[in-house]
């Protein structure tokens, strides 16, 4: 179907999904997407449908496209669409073309291997944890008036805890002892989570060491635990790596350790110096979705000429610009002020850490900039709770530039590689006009170079603007970039990217 709908404009719908891997939905449990209308299609109204872990079988993906129980339209309407999930290097999509009926669903429950998409190409599928799903969808008769694109995003929320537990007098621990450990978000927070240590058996060499967990945090679905011991020299021996789901009427999990107390004990100088033993813990608590939220719809300009020439008549060029410099006389005075306040730290309410940096900040500036921060800030989250933001996959210079546009509206000194990074940095956090900004920098400072990776920058970011102005370019210059470095890593990174664009010299 691609062939035949090549060139044919569409709608497409782009859903990503952040903290993927902490989904609470068992095999034969969806997670929704938010719902989005499509005009052309007699303002039908639909949502995607991931099974994360399978519909029937756990080692795939399954993946539906829904048409809404309450959509308007005609009770049967066929379509054409394509399903993708989007990726670095590759990508995995399937077409379709079905007739729907309200409340019905059309797609496929083995869509792509999940061991594909989270273990052996996780790098590429899920950066940050983020999964990206597209909906493309075209008419079956007849032809869409304008190509929209509608951008969506549904964080998982998560808290995550890592400790180390030492129990002392180990060998003294008798069958019927037990010892408690409880996990708080903070020193004096509530708990989440109690653990209890006992043993099972009458003799050292038949005691199996358990663990008891007791939920204290009802808002908790789904949690993943990795248990190491950790040795006389200081290094962590994987043990345990679990799941537990929690529900309304299971609110207390048990599993095994995976060393026995008498192997403990035979090795006792490596594995209970002092007779301790240590066990580190690190645990990932799930609440299922926090936010959820349609960002942003872009379609063609549908307006006349006459129509913005009508309406610029009824104010006359003196009026007008008077106005605009007294608004820029208000906004440089606002920027100004809030200039000073980051810069001189005044009663900031959150940190962005980094591994050699805190940047210091406010939480309701932050949040007016990004919906992303904005469900960070507004839910009962680790970051809310913690009034810290950790932030592992970007540079310093690039979160202090990001604050200071924040701040100011203002990007000095912006080069090549600052746009780069700087563009990912306001996809992440959703910061469009800072995206634009970067977008059209790199749009204007396009080179035979540099061309190709941006084309693979604007796929993952899923940037069909960008994508189509690199595209153009490189179609103008095709002779010469072919035989560049750049299309060369190209094709042996994104061969169907490189492929769709030489499709395009025969349109």
């Known amino acids: 179907m691609a062939s035949e709908e090549s060139g ?170 037990k010892i408690t450990y409880r996990i708080k978000l903070s020193e004096k927070g509530s708990s989440l989570m109690s653990i209890d240590l006992y043993l099972i058996g009458d003799k050292i060499s038949e005691q199996i060491i358990h663990f008891k967990l007791s939920l204290q945090d009802n808002t ?62 690190e645990w990932a608590f799930s609440k299922g979705i926090v936010s959820e939220d349609i960002e942003d719809v872009q379609h063609a300009m549908t307006c006349s000429e006459s129509e913005f020439s009508n309406a610029e008549s009824e104010f006359s060029l003196s009026n007008a610009q008077s106005v605009i410099n007294k608004k820029i006389i208000s906004l440089s005075d606002t920027l100004n002020d809030l200039k000073d306040l980051y810069e001189e730290n005044f009663l900031c309410d959150v940190k962005l850490k980094t591994s050699t940096r805190v940047f210091n900040a406010h939480k309701i500036i932050l949040s007016a900039s990004s919906s992303v921060f904005k469900a960070m800030f507004s839910s009962d989250m680790k970051e809310n709770n913690s009034n ?8 310093d210079d690039t979160i202090n530039r990001m604050l200071v546009f924040i701040y100011t509206s203002n990007l000095e000194d912006l080069t090549w590689e600052r746009a780069l990074h700087l563009y990912s940095a306001a996809d992440k956090y959703a910061i469009l006009s800072l995206k634009n900004i970067c977008s059209s920098y790199l749009k204007n400072n396009l080179s035979q170079s540099n061309a190709c990776e941006v084309l693979l920058l604007s796929d ?42 030489l499709c395009l010299l025969h349109k």
């Not at 998409?117 to 032809?143: N, Y």
């Not at 006389?232 to 107390?261: I, P, Y």
């Open 8 to 177: 044919k404009k569409s709608f497409t719908f782009t859903w990503k999904l952040e903290n993927v891997s902490f989904c609470v939905q068992k095999t034969g449990a969806v997670i929704r997407s938010p719902s989005f209308v499509v005009d052309s299609v007699d303002q039908t109204k639909w949502y995607l449908g991931l099974y994360p872990r399978g519909k029937v079988d756990r080692n795939y993906i399954g993946f539906y496209l829904y048409r809404d129980a309450d959509s308007k339209g005609a009770e049967k309407v066929e379509i054409r669409f394509q399903l993708e999930l989007v990726a670095n290097h590759v990508s995995a999509q399937d077409t379709f073309k079905y007739e729907f009926l309200k409340n019905l669903a059309y797609g496929t429950q083995i869509f792509e291997k999940r061991e594909e998409v989270f273990v052996t190409k996780r790098s590429v599928f899920l950066p940050q944890d983020t999964l990206t799903a597209r909906c493309k969808i075209w008419k079956s008769d007849g032809e869409m008036a304008e190509d929209m694109q509608c951008f969506a995003r549904t964080r998982i929320g998560v808290q995550k805890r890592s400790f180390l537990w030492n129990v002392k007098n180990f060998s003294k621990l008798q069958s019927d002892g």
């Open 220 to 281: 908790i679905k789904f949690s993943t635990l990795r248990l190491s011991l950790v040795d006389a020299s200081g290094e962590r021996v994987k043990c345990n790596q679990e799941e537990f789901w929690f529900d309304d009427t299971s609110k207390s999990k048990k599993f095994k350790f995976l060393f026995l107390k008498n192997k403990l004990m035979a090795m006792k100088s490596t594995y209970l110096p002092d007779d301790t033993l240590s066990m580190h813990w």
């Open 388 to 395: 810290c933001v950790s932030i592992e996959d970007l540079s």
């Open 460 to 501: 993952i970011h899923t940037d069909g603007d960008l994508k189509s102005t690199v595209q153009n370019y490189l179609l103008k210059n095709i002779k010469d970039i072919i035989k560049s470095y750049g299309w060369k890593h190209l094709m042996e990174t994104n061969a169907k990217i490189a492929a769709e664009t």
